[in-house]
């Protein structure tokens, strides 16, 4: 069964028995994905979080209490997205977002969820610097979209998203292919996890949990620029620093993705929990985007 075929007259189809019809499960995800509700790529397995997507699309639709999808809501899903707009301002928020779609990045529309952005080269309010390598120059943004469709800063602290010296330079701790630096773009990788798990240094953080694309610096420049790529699983986390200066990653990051500020990841983490999806399901996967911060 299709979506399609519904919306032309077919049989309604329970709700109980999307997850048992896989083309019909990825058409309502595909077009749970345009609406801004369920990130991509859509699987067929309608789960926890799928159903949570459609809920909120019939709470916003007022049809809170269907238990079928029948013709009109087929044609509902199918149909222009009205309901969850998008109305990017001139303010930080709204131009991290109207960079994300530049790059066709998907953006988490309904406001009990929250997007993550990272800028290379742009303080927590906005202004450009000179992005110098063992820095902690960048930022880490948590952007929620109102119900009016306007991007609004959840929060916002000092990062980096490059290793440091110690980690891209010193032999007895680079890796041997060079230090990974993660790659501009989306990346859907991260769940709420423990760092450094067996170490003194262990903290909640999220922690990578799929296959992420990074650059390898084999010129040892602490630049990706020329650098060959690399796809795996590299242990590149979202955690914090130990509140060191600015001007000194230290052994902080050997290519994750770390606020400099203890006491701002905390606040990130609780933030980020608060999440509607992360509250169906504690093993949500979490979206990232990378942005080069000369383009917001």
């Excluded at 779609?101 to 202004?127: D, L, M, S, T």
């Excluded at 760092?195 to 922690?207: F, G, Q």
């Excluded at 602490?222 to 001007?247: A, Y």
């Excluded at 608060?274 to 949500?284: F, P």
Aim: charged share 20%; glycine share 12%; aromatic share 6%.
């Amino acid at each position: 069964m299709r979506l399609t075929d519904i919306a032309n007259g077919g049989a309604p189809v329970p709700f109980s028995r999307i997850s048992a019809d896989v083309p019909l499960a990825t058409d309502i995800q595909d077009r749970l994905a345009a609406f801004g509700l369920l990130d991509p790529p859509s699987d067929g397995k309608f789960g926890q979080v799928s159903n949570w997507a459609l809920r909120a699309f019939l709470e916003r639709a007022g049809q809170p209490a269907a238990t079928q999808l029948d013709a009109a809501l087929a044609k509902r899903l199918l149909g222009e997205n009205t309901l969850f707009p998008l109305k990017p301002g001139a303010d930080l928020a709204g131009r991290l977002i109207s960079r994300m779609q530049g790059a066709g990045h998907w953006v988490a529309r309904h406001p009990g969820c929250v997007n993550i952005v990272y800028a290379e080269g742009i303080n927590p309010q906005g202004v450009l610097n000179a992005n110098a390598a063992n820095a902690y120059n960048d930022s880490r943004f948590l952007i929620r979209i109102g119900a009016d469709g306007v991007p609004v800063m959840a929060g916002a602290w000092i990062a980096t998203t490059q290793p440091g010296r110690k980690y891209s330079l010193d032999p007895t701790l680079r890796n041997p292919g060079g230090a990974a630096h993660i790659t501009l773009g989306q990346h859907k990788a991260w769940v709420v996890g423990i760092h450094n798990a067996s170490k003194p240094s262990a903290h909640e953080a999220l922690v990578q949990a799929q296959p992420l694309r990074i650059t390898r610096d084999r010129n040892n420049d602490l630049r990706r620029d020329g650098d060959p790529g690399d796809l795996g699983m590299f242990g590149i986390n979202q955690h914090h620093g130990w509140s060191r200066s600015d001007d000194d990653i230290g052994v902080d990051s050997a290519g994750c993705l770390v606020c400099r500020s203890q006491s701002g990841h905390a606040e990130f983490m609780k933030l980020v929990k608060t999440d509607a999806r992360y509250g169906v399901s504690q093993g949500y996967t979490f979206m990232t985007s990378v942005l080069d911060g000369r383009t917001v």
